[in-house]
T-cell receptor, first 109, second 114 residues
């Protein structure tokens, strides 16, 4: 059975304090790993897709990386507007993605 | 603007009632999904459909039913058999049923049992 574990559950940062979120997974064959951002009471918003170990993607202050066992979402010099829950999902075969429980990030000014 | 529309935003259900949540997309996506989210938890898959008139159970399908009569519509019915239906329900779609493409989500329906 697919397992996706995100850590930490919650992360509080000061504005400008860089950090990383972790997504560990166990699947027999990875088709894709996805990162989403979710604001309270809203649907998740797509950030990145990673397909193979060693791949990296960047968008503004966010950078996602992938190894064979885990993915990291690095946040550089975060701002208060980066506060949200970040969800990781892995897709083993077409139609079925398994989501982690998310990391809730709070960035204080 | 293209996107996914869920309605209603809030829904209240009495014990023993069936209720239907609406999901419409104008993205011309092949695949559509229903997820349930409980507080502090990730998304759990209820049902998904890769093509019109076909759908598969996800991890927590008991007490739910769906239909896919049109490509753009994927309604979810929460039946009285679902004993704990209070949750946030999210509909999503993705471009290709067989591909590993990202999902686009609606804004959710919050269902409460009263």
């Amino acid at each position: 059975e697919d397992q996706v574990t995100q850590s930490p559950e919650a992360l509080r940062l000061q504005e400008g304090e860089s950090s990383s979120l972790n997504c560990s997974y166990t699947v027999s064959g990875l088709r894709g790993l996805f990162w989403y951002r979710q604001d309270p009471g809203k649907g998740p918003e797509f950030l990145f897709t990673l397909y193979s170990a060693g791949e990296e993607k960047e968008k503004e202050r966010l950078k996602a990386t992938l190894t064979k066992k885990e993915s990291f979402l690095h946040i550089t010099a975060p701002k208060p507007e980066d506060s949200a829950t970040y969800l990781c999902a892995v897709q083993e075969y077409a139609g079925k993605s398994t989501f982690g429980d998310g990391t809730t990030l709070t960035v204080k000014p | 603007d293209g996107g996914i529309t869920q309605s209603p935003k809030y829904l209240f259900r009495k014990e023993g009632q069936n209720v239907t949540l609406s999901c419409e997309q104008n993205l011309n996506h092949d695949a559509m999904y229903w997820y349930r989210q409980d507080p502090g938890q990730g998304l759990r898959l209820i049902y998904y459909s890769q093509i019109v008139n076909d759908f598969q159970k996800g991890d927590i399908a008991e007490g739910y039913s769906v239909s896919r009569e049109k490509k753009e519509s994927f309604p979810l019915t929460v039946t009285s058999a679902q004993k704990n239906p209070t949750a946030f329900y999210l509909c999503a779609s993705s471009m290709f049923a067989s591909g590993n493409t990202e999902a686009f989500f609606g804004q959710g329906t919050r269902l409460t049992v009263v």
